[in-house]
């Protein structure tokens, strides 16, 4: 069976600080990489996909991908208290496995 | 306005009754899904489809039914609900590119409950 797991949470940052989530996926084989963000009662809305190893930046968000040691984050500089949601690591394409996903809470 | 959309959005049932959640998406993407979401649990794939007429089994099929007849639609069947098919289920939409997918847009939910 294959995994995608990440903690729980909540993880809980000031505004300004950096956020650092985590995720660790068990088939060695995946190619594609997504971070999602949910609100509480919306939809998943994507983040950021990374495809290669090493570091993908867009605006305050950075994705980091080591296929090697099977894990990708996700850092979120200058926290806003608007960020605080649940977000989702996704892995592989056409058969996609979710993480079950980490609560954020940016304090004011 | 580009989107998915999915209906109903809620929905109270008895066992056994037949029921059907429609899906549908204006942006001509090739790939549909559709996942459940529970507590603690996450998104879980139910079904997906590549193309017209290809469907393939997600992680949980077990008690759904899916077709896709159109491009534009992605019906979800439930046959024979039972209260462990009570979840917020999620339809979503992908363009593909080459092997991968591109971003997957999801629909605004259907809340279901099976009594």
């Known amino acids: 069976q294959k995994e995608v797991e990440q903690n729980s949470g909540p993880l809980s940052v000031p505004e300004g600080a950096i956020a650092s989530l985590n995720c660790t996926y068990s088939?060695?084989?995946?190619?594609?990489f997504f971070w999602y963000r949910q609100y509480s009662g919306k939809s998943p809305e994507l983040i950021m996909f990374?495809?290669?190893?090493g570091d993908k930046e867009d605006g305050r968000f950075t994705a980091q991908l080591n296929k090697a040691s099977q894990y990708v984050s996700l850092l979120i500089r200058d926290s806003q208290p608007s960020d605080s949601a649940t977000y989702l690591c996704?892995?592989?394409?056409?058969?996609?496995?979710f993480g079950a996903g980490t609560r954020l809470f940016v304090k004011a | 306005e580009a989107q998915v959309t999915q209906n109903p959005r809620y929905l109270i049932t008895v066992t056994g009754k037949k029921l059907t959640v429609t899906c549908s998406q204006n942006?001509?993407?090739?790939?549909m899904s559709w996942y459940r979401q529970d507590p603690g649990l996450g998104l879980r794939q139910i079904y997906y489809?590549?193309?017209?007429?290809?469907?393939d089994k997600g992680d949980v099929p077990e008690g759904y039914k899916v077709s896709r007849k159109e491009k534009r639609n992605f019906p979800l069947i439930l046959e024979s609900p039972s209260p462990n098919q009570t979840s917020l289920y999620f339809c979503?939409?992908?363009?593909?590119?080459?092997?991968?997918?591109?971003?997957?847009?999801f629909g605004p939910g259907t809340r279901l409950l099976v009594l």
């Open positions: 996704a892995v592989g394409g056409f058969k996609t496995i």
């Open positions: 990374i495809y290669s190893n």
């Open positions: 489809s590549m193309n017209v007429e290809v469907t």
């Open positions: 088939d060695r084989g995946s190619q594609s």
């Open positions: 942006m001509n993407h090739e790939y």
């Open positions: 979503a939409s992908s363009f593909e590119a080459g092997v991968s997918l591109e971003t997957q847009y």
